[in-house]
């Protein structure tokens, strides 16, 4: 147990090899800053509570006004989340600038006090930037900086177990104990992982700030090597440009997520999650590209390398287009249709101009309600001459079944499963629609289980629901009107009751005969409406980290969801597992990205040096310009090499030498375990892709593959280690004479 030099009521809680960062000239000021925001908080919280217990205890009622209620809990219930959310460490440092004494601390959020003191700024506001941009090169107008290192206590609060400052002028440098020579910020980076991404907002580097800041028109791509901090900057920039981006911070409505956060995998997913809610977000809506698609929960990696090289080109996606087309061809010969008033004929051209009435873009089964009424119209401009109600004409034409069958036939509902499926079914059907294929290559993407789906299909059913739109869309329209109707006729006989019984002078409630307020009366939340698909956008941004991944007709999921083309890209090239070859800007072109700006980080501030030195020559052998980082740290603890028998004893000792942090068993899918140790993860390197542990056990790399593929996974799964990397191998003679021992220190 660490002995602390300040009492238990303080927010510093300092080791004792830190007693002479406690020194009262150093740390009074912040002390009376915490007992402010402290206090700030909890009448916050007690005022918040207050008024949303209020809110709620209010008449729900109707229409705007129900509406307006619910988004009032939605804010306040989200402003509670957040300042419940942290204790002082909402506090992420302070600073000093040249035209005043009196230091601004930085926040999470922003904060002020009961008589409107500014306690904290925002860390995404304009006059947090020198806290993370100022550098010595270029201060930004600053004398110092400090930044606090929060750890969480027994108790569950957090108290400041360290704290680093900066200056900027020889003035500043006079009687300060506690100046930052990167040395400590440096060593607070090996501190042990956990099952979670770790907060990493009060040592962002400038480097890293200016990325996040940078404005959210068109693409910008985030490059750089294992450690370098890109995710830790596409979360941090997400957060930034919904509270700085107007396009994107719709904070009245709830329902509306402008920003879509795609990662590679669930566990990625699982492991960042914590990041935006505490960085004051909880609406971004976050994905896989598989749960973009229903069919991507079960679908499995395509096993043919072909058949998923045809399949990921964004021509085949295009086909999609060309086989929906096929079910929009009108007739090519007439129809006579028979009513109780007169025989109409329907020919060819008048089918052409019905089927020409749907608005461009109109998903197939939605439009297909367009299509009937402007055959209707046609039919009933047929029998312009006989003298009978329009109602009475439309009934007889609707309820002809000769008619009914024939547009069924020529406009029918359809499935989208279905309609890919029948590309790997129907030989002649594929042809039509893809006739740039050569035989061979369309014979190879026949299937005896055209509905076994696997990733290489996804793309194409995400095409193709997007194209079709719902096929339950016309029933819904048609419950919608007989819903409308049902209620404006309810709402006429109650009127009339009204009127009845209104004695006024002025008679008043004949004002209720208006159409405006008969639609104002009428109750739209009785209406039936669609499950909203949140995925299915449209998103404002799109943020997608290992970009690189993804092929050309994954490209276009994403592209269909973000209209406005804005994206971050964030990725390595030297991490793609099936090449890339081109530049960034020149995939990005090919697949509609235009004018990418691209954005470097070259500072491995995760992985040691002791690892990179054992990983870099492993992807140079495959990719000799690979962009490898620098690290800037050492561990001490050398890569050690062993057999695969040790592997028990390897992981029981970690355990048992670290009480905290976590572990990874990286090896190929054949050689997972089947059961788990606690702080242990057992997984694949495609799946380790984007985490980070402080133990990596590698089992036989070699048998990762060869080629690009098996480099990669190879240099992926070594650059997770934060701390210690073991490569164990089943073949004694590949074991070198390297000790297990100097792997497991205590710390």
Known sequence: MPKFSSSETSAFALPEHLARKADPKLISADEQQFEAIQTSLTEQIEELSARLDATRKQPGGRGQAALDRDQEIHRITARLRALRRFGLDVCLGRMVSADSSEPVYVGRLGLTDS?????????????????????????????????????????????????????????????????????????????????????????????????????????????????????????????????????????????RSDVLFVGPHQPYLAYVADVLPSLGEEGVQTCTLRDLVPEGATAVVEPDSEVARLKSSVGMVKAIESAVKFYEAPPTEGLEVETPYADLWLSSEDWAEAFDAAEPGTPHNEARDDVWEALLAILVDKMEEQDIAESLLRRSVTHNAELRTAFTKAWPLLEYPALVADLWRVPAYLKLCAPWLQPAEAATLQRENPEAWTTADLPLLDAARQRLGDPEASRRRRERIATLAAERDLMDRVVDDLIAADDSENLEMYMLRGDDMREKLVDGDALPAADPDVLAGPFAHVVVDEAQELTDAEWRMLLL?????????????????????????????????????VAGLSINYRTPEEVMAAAEPVIRQALPDANVPTSVRSSGIPVVHGETTQLSTILDNWQESNPEG??????????????????????????????????????????????????????????????????????????????????????
């Open 115 to 255: 008589a409107g003191r500014r306690l904290l700024i925002d860390w995404r506001s304009p006059a947090a930037e020198p806290f993370f941009g100022a550098t010595h090169a270029n201060p930004m107008g600053l004398v110092s900086r400090r930044r606090y290192r929060w750890t969480r206590s027994a108790g569950g609060d957090s108290r400041i177990s360290d704290y680093w400052d900066e200056v900027f002028t020889p003035e500043a440098l006079e009687s300060n104990a506690a100046l930052d020579d990167q040395s400590a910020f440096i060593a607070s980076l090996g501190s042990s992982r956990s099952p979670r991404m770790r907060d990493v907002l009060g040592t962002i580097q400038a480097d890293q700030d200016q990325i996040i800041r940078a404005g959210s028109r068109g693409a910008l791509v985030v490059d750089g090597g294992p450690g370098t901090g890109k995710t830790v900057v596409a979360l941090h920039r997400t957060a930034y440009l919904l509270y700085s981006d107007p396009r994107l911070n719709h904070r009245g409505n709830h329902r």
């Open 561 to 597: 969801r973000c209209p406005s083309r804005s994206f971050t890209v964030v990725g390595d090239r030297a991490q793609a597992r099936h090449g890339f070859t081109e530049s960034w800007e020149e995939r990005l072109e090919r697949v509609g990205l235009g004018a990418a700006t």
């Open 662 to 747: 976590v572990a990874c068993v990286i090896s190929s899918p054949e050689a997972i375990a089947r059961t788990q140790q606690e702080r242990v993860s057992w997984l694949t390197p495609e799946l380790a892709k984007g985490l980070e542990f402080d133990l990596v056990v590698l089992i036989d790399p070699e048998e990762f593959g060869a080629g690009i593929e098996g480099a990669v996974d190879r240099y992926v799964a070594m650059t997770r280690a934060t701390q210690q990397l073991v490569i164990l191998r089943s073949t004694p003679e590949s074991v070198s004479d390297q000790p297990l021992q100097p792997l497991f220190t205590a710390r």
